[in-house]
Nanobody
Framework: QVQLVESGGGLVQPGGSLRLSCAASGFIFSINAMGWYRQAPGKQREWVATITRGSSTVYADSVKGRFTISRDNAKNTVYLQINNLKPEDTAVYYC???????WGQGTQVTVSS
């Protein structure tokens, strides 16, 4: 079955960077689009970025220019590079097999001084 395992979150000071990873298994990773979402405390889960099977990318306006989604098909892994972190980026970050209800368990990102 589909399994998605996120990692790489943590506590970071404003202006810092993190790289989140999502290891995928149980499906043919290379032919599927993957996405990252986040859910801040008390808010609904929101879409952050998508990468297609051809590695085209699209981002939410709120993260454009600071977030970079990428994929390594040899490792069945999708990444989210987050630069210039802001307190409002604090959330649990989830990866998703696009077009399905398959989610990982999430990884917590906390931005605080």
């Amino acid at each position: 079955q589909v399994q998605l395992v996120e990692s790489g979150g943590g506590l970071v000071q404003p202006g810092g960077s993190l790289r989140l990873s999502c290891a995928a298994s149980g499906f043919i990773f290379s032919i599927n689009a993957m996405g990252w979402y986040r859910q801040a405390p008390g808010k609904q889960r929101e879409w952050v970025a998508t990468i297609t099977r051809g590695s085209s990318t699209v981002y939410a306006d709120s993260v454009k220019g600071r977030f970079t989604i990428s994929r390594d098909n040899a490792k069945n892994t999708v990444y989210l590079q987050i630069n210039n972190l802001k307190p409002e980026d604090t959330a649990v970050y989830y990866c998703n097999l696009q077009g399905t209800g398959a989610w990982g368990q999430g990884t917590q990102v906390t931005v605080s001084s």
